[in-house]
T-cell receptor, first 110, second 113 residues
Framework: AQRVTQPEKLLSVFKGAPVELKCNYS??????LFWYVQYSRQRLQLLLR??SRESIKGFTADLNKGETSFHLKKPFAQEEDSAMYYC????????????FGQGTTLQVKP | DGGITQSPKYLFRKEGQNVTLSCEQN?????MYWYRQDPGQGLRLIYY???????QKGDIAEGYSVSREKKESFPLTVTSAQKNPTAFYLC????????????FGQGTRLTVV
């Protein structure tokens, strides 16, 4: 079965602290993986995708096929990073399907 | 103004009634999706469509139906067979192919009384 698991419902850190939002996936092939973010009162939007190997707003995510993980990291959290973060998977065998995890709320305290 | 529009924002219905949620996009995207968002459960895929006149069931399709008669539109009907229809519903669209970004609507909150 194709599944995305985000084990933490809430992650609370102080400003300037490192952040790691965990994402594990279950898929037998090679997936496409994404992180989406929803800021307060805004639409859900793409943050980054693994294929691009990019850093957006200081966030990076590395695909670890051995551990089937795609954790989102930022070395120094900012208050404006507070939001709901979703990890998502699109199977290469069916690029029309997009599966999301349960989401993690990141709270960055001043 | 390009984008994806869901209407209405809030919807109230009596138990046992069917209700249809609207989703329209002018991004010329082939793929469209419906998700249900419940607290603690994230976004669960109800139905998706990769092309006009074709759609596939997602993980929680029971009690829902969709149509895709036009590229721009992907309405979702919540039928009386859906046991727990009160939820927040999100529609999205994307280009088909690899590594494409999904664009989301603002959502519709359905409350069944």
């Amino acid at each position: 079965a194709q599944r995305v698991t985000q084990p933490e419902k809430l992650l609370s850190v102080f400003k300037g602290a490192p952040v790691e939002l965990k994402c594990n996936y279950s898929y037998s092939g090679s997936p496409e993986l994404f992180w989406y973010v929803q800021y307060s009162r805004q639409r859900l939007q793409l943050l980054l995708r693994h294929i691009s190997r990019e850093s957006i707003k200081g966030f990076t995510a590395d695909l670890n096929k051995g551990e089937t993980s795609f954790h989102l990291k930022k070395p120094f959290a900012q208050e404006e990073d507070s939001a709901m973060y979703y990890c998502a998977l699109s199977p290469l065998s069916n690029t029309g399907k997009l599966i999301f995890g349960q989401g993690t709320t990141l709270q960055v305290k001043p | 103004d390009g984008g994806i529009t869901q209407s209405p924002k809030y919807l109230f219905r009596k138990e046992g009634q069917n209700v249809t949620l609207s989703c329209e996009q002018n991004l010329n995207h082939d793929a469209m999706y419906w998700y249900r968002q419940d607290p603690g459960q994230g976004l669960r895929l109800i139905y998706y469509s990769q092309i006009v006149n074709d759609f596939q069931k997602g993980d929680i399709a029971e009690g829902y139906s969709v149509s895709r008669e036009k590229k721009e539109s992907f309405p979702l009907t919540v039928t009386s067979a859906q046991k727990n229809p009160t939820a927040f519903y999100l529609c999205a669209s994307a280009e088909t192919g690899l590594n494409t970004e999904a664009f989301f609507g603002q959502g519709t909150r359905l409350t069944v009384v």
